[in-house]
């Protein structure tokens, strides 16, 4: 998804705790606005409001709100903030801004305004960025906004499957399930799915693809188990990641308590630079305890590793 709004306003505040005021330009660099006191190494560099926002917030304060009174940096016109993700970016005059955190813990509710409309606009409607490319922002540069989606794949590891045999049950699960997943969620997602035979050079080809064109997460499902023609827990190793071993074992102790066949499982879960990974067996309800629980844990991995602070 893309929109192209427009700058209304840019602001800083030299001292924290300092309403910020409209300025001519920012500069950006790497660690934020220039001279601006919340600059730093953090997600939290540059800060965004949308005007749209202001007006019906000043509306319930019952006065006119200032730039910047709202402690955002640049106010922008035109574009649907409460749309918008996590690692979806911001083409500003020179500049260029990832969406690193949206909305925070209110920390302004000693200033009247706030008092006065009884809400903190920025905790439910403000976004953070940090900086990816610099330069300088004035009022009335465009700013382009591109979404970016999560890349999920789902690949079902079954010859009979593959062979037409029986019908993909598993797979189609899984996706089911990750929708649910996302519903309610402020992430932008593209889920696919594909069908391969038990075989690990297919696989491997496969994955190695999928990670070199960026998918950020994989599943998949089936050849876990210990027969000749299981090989996915291997094949995934081999491609040179970081294993998460406690995912895995959490779930066999979990269900191996119930169910002692649970414990034949060799699944794994791993990640590579950009990439995470999780081998899951082919059984339906295997596919909704494993998931259950990898979901837990998901969101932070993802944040983790774009270097990300969740909390």
């Known amino acids: 998804m893309a929109q192209s709004g427009e700058v209304v306003s840019v602001n800083i505040s030299r001292q924290r705790g300092e309403m910020k005021r409209p300025v001519g330009e920012i500069t950006i660099d790497m660690h934020g606005i220039v001279d601006d006191a919340h600059a730093g190494p953090w997600n939290r560099q540059v800060s965004m409001l949308a005007q749209e926002r202001i007006d019906d917030f000043a509306k319930r304060a019952g006065r ?53 409309a009884d809400a903190c606009i920025m905790s439910g409607d403000g976004i953070f960025c940090r900086v990816v490319q610099p330069g300088k922002i004035r009022p009335g540069d465009r700013v382009d906004y591109v979404s970016r989606p999560l890349r999920v794949l789902v690949v079902t590891l079954s010859d009979r499957a593959f062979a037409g045999q029986y019908e993909d049950r598993s797979g189609a699960l899984s996706v089911e399930l990750l929708e649910r997943f996302f519903t309610g969620k402020r992430w932008h997602h593209r889920i696919q799915k594909a069908l391969l035979p038990d075989d690990a050079d297919t696989l491997s080809k496969t994955l190695g693809e999928s990670i070199a ?52 499982s060799r699944s794994i879960a791993a990640v590579t630079a950009n990439t995470q990974l ?31 602070d969740a909390h």
């Open 278 to 308: 999780y081998t899951l067996p082919g059984s339906a309800a295997a596919v909704r305890e494993y998931m259950e629980e990898i979901f837990k844990t998901l969101e932070h991995t993802l944040y983790m590793m774009h270097g990300l």
């Open 213 to 264: 064109q960026g998918v950020d997460v994989i599943f998949t499902i089936g050849s876990t188990g210990v027969g000749p023609r299981d090989i996915a827990p291997e094949t995934v190793a081999g491609l040179g990641v970081k294993m998460l071993p406690g995912i895995m074992e959490n779930i066999r102790i979990k269900y191996g308590a119930g169910n002692p066949f649970a414990l034949l």
């Open 64 to 116: 006119r709100v200032l730039p910047g009174e709202l402690a955002e940096n640049i106010t922008v016109r035109g574009l649907e903030l409460d749309r918008t993700a996590v690692l979806d970016r911001f083409y500003i005059g020179e500049a260029v801004l990832e969406l690193s955190q949206i909305g925070k813990k209110c920390q302004g509710h000693n200033r009247a305004i706030f008092r006065e």
